[in-house]
């Protein structure tokens, strides 16, 4: 069973702090979806019979393209796969990239869970980032979602924004909170090189809280997010009990999952083997070799089993439940703990472990917040296995 991503590579506008796969929409994206389908078809050929547990239209904004178009992608996805009757199908939208009729058009064609970018509710803060929309636009988008039919609803937020303060944050919270959203997805902004935001950062344009600042932020974020009945179940991500993303639970779970469009990533059992590969990561590229119907495939690598156990362990401490060390030992033969005692020891002298549970490998708060350092305890344990 796998869960199945989409790459919609087009926004209306680009962000300044946005360094992801996408481009202002152009000419080029009537033959993106036919493209796209073409990929499907090829796919289907190649993974007959594959069950599918959810979808996930992602990008740039996949509803810069019209309605009509995501539901015929949609379709070929069903006449290629087998959907699970439950199936999650997620898409991710902006406010101003979609209107009603849109929304209740996605709904009626099967999409059930919708993702809304709106970062923060204060409009100069979302001036000063780039973002395309205002509060109030995100307000009504949100409606017509819910007159449209969605009901299992994610709102994207950021912190560490050029002028924000943790009050900003917090009343962004509130407000989100007070819609009923059922899911909140709260990222710190990243600084990316390259992007407007950076040069204007490195220039002295533009200021950033600092990084005291943002993680008190972060902190305060996460307490209202749980007061507010937002349970933290990965590092960024909260939801309503039962609400967490299913789709995003295949890759921190370090499950089987195909992508298809520009630049996407896959990481599935290919002849036996576990691989990972990517799409070309230009939208010229991708097309010129769809055209000639020829999977746009970049990059194939096969994954030992080091590197499996090593990505288990990277995707799994993300997650608030931690790694299910039965379901480890059922997949590689080996106790998670035992395989790596000594970051595990190390990290357990400076308190980052939570032992409620003996049947999970799980952080505390803690220790979440020391995740990179502790992953690099458990790489190096990788490093010298493979050295041996
Ligand atoms: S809407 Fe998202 S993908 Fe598009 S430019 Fe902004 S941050 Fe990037």
């Given at each position: 069973m796998i869960g199945v991503y989409v790459h919609i590579p087009y926004c209306l506008r680009k962000c300044r702090y946005c360094d992801f796969c996408s481009v202002p929409i152009d000419e080029t994206a009537g033959r993106y979806r036919s493209a796209l389908i073409k990929e499907i078809a090829l796919v289907k050929d190649k993974y007959p019979g594959e069950r599918v547990k959810s979808v996930f239209f992602g990008g740039g904004t996949p509803t810069a393209l019209p309605a009509e178009d995501l539901c015929a992608i949609l379709d070929a996805i069903r006449d290629a796969f087998p959907l699970e009757p439950d199936a999650e199908i997620s898409i991710e939208c902006n406010p101003k990239a979609i209107g009603h009729e849109g929304l209740k058009r996605l709904f009626e064609a099967g999409f059930n869970r919708l993702s809304i970018g709106l970062q923060a509710t204060q409009n100069e803060l979302l001036r000063r980032i780039g973002r395309v929309h205002t509060f109030e636009e995100f307000f009504a988008t949100y409606q017509a979602a819910r007159e449209a039919g969605f009901t299992n609803i994610n709102i994207d937020l950021m912190h560490g924004l050029p002028g924000q303060t943790q009050d900003d944050y917090l009343d962004t919270i509130r407000t989100v909170a007070a819609l009923?959203?059922?899911?909140?997805?709260?990222?710190?902004?990243?600084?990316?090189?390259?992007?407007?935001?950076?040069?204007?950062?490195?220039?002295?344009?533009?200021?950033?809280?600092?990084?005291?600042?943002?993680?008190?932020?972060?902190?305060?974020?996460?307490?209202?997010?749980?007061?507010?009945?937002?349970?933290?179940?990965?590092?960024?991500?909260?939801?309503?009990?039962?609400?967490?993303?299913?789709?995003?639970?295949?890759?921190?779970?370090?499950?089987?999952?195909?992508?298809?469009?520009?630049?996407?990533?896959?990481?599935?059992?290919?002849?036996?083997?576990?691989?990972?590969?990517?799409?070309?990561?230009?939208?010229?590229?991708?097309?010129?070799?769809?055209?000639?119907?020829?999977?746009?495939?970049?990059?194939?690598?096969?994954?030992?089993?080091?590197?499996?156990?090593?990505?288990?362990?990277?995707?799994?401490?993300?997650?608030?439940?931690?790694?299910?060390?039965?379901?480890?030992?059922?997949?590689?033969?080996?106790?998670?703990?035992?395989?790596?005692?000594?970051?595990?020891?190390?990290?357990?002298?400076?308190?980052?472990?939570?032992?409620?549970?003996?049947?999970?490998?799980?952080?505390?708060?803690?220790?979440?917040?020391?995740?990179?350092?502790?992953?690099?305890?458990?790489?190096?344990?990788?490093?010298?296995?493979?050295?041996?």
């Open positions: 009923g959203p059922t899911h909140i997805s709260a990222y710190s902004l990243i600084l990316e090189e390259g992007t407007p935001l950076y040069d204007d950062v490195i220039a002295g344009r533009e200021t950033l809280p600092d990084p005291d600042a943002v993680a008190d932020m972060e902190d305060a974020g996460m307490d209202l997010l749980e007061e507010l009945g937002y349970l933290r179940y990965e590092v960024s991500n909260f939801a309503k009990p039962g609400f967490a993303c299913r789709h995003n639970l295949i890759y921190w779970h370090n499950e089987p999952y195909l992508g298809l469009g520009v630049a996407a990533h896959s990481s599935m059992v290919e002849d036996g083997f576990w691989v990972r590969f990517s799409n070309e990561s230009n939208i010229p590229a991708y097309l010129k070799k769809l055209e000639k119907g020829k999977l746009p495939r970049a990059e194939r690598i096969l994954v030992n089993t080091f590197e499996q156990m090593f990505e288990s362990v990277m995707l799994g401490l993300r997650l608030v439940e931690g790694i299910d060390r039965a379901a480890f030992s059922a997949r590689f033969g080996c106790d998670v703990i035992e395989t790596y005692l000594e970051a595990y020891q190390k990290n357990d002298r400076f308190g980052f472990w939570d032992h409620s549970d003996p049947a999970y490998l799980r952080l505390n708060r803690l220790g979440m917040d020391h995740l990179d350092s502790i992953l690099r305890d458990f790489r190096e344990r990788r490093l010298i296995d493979f050295l041996r």
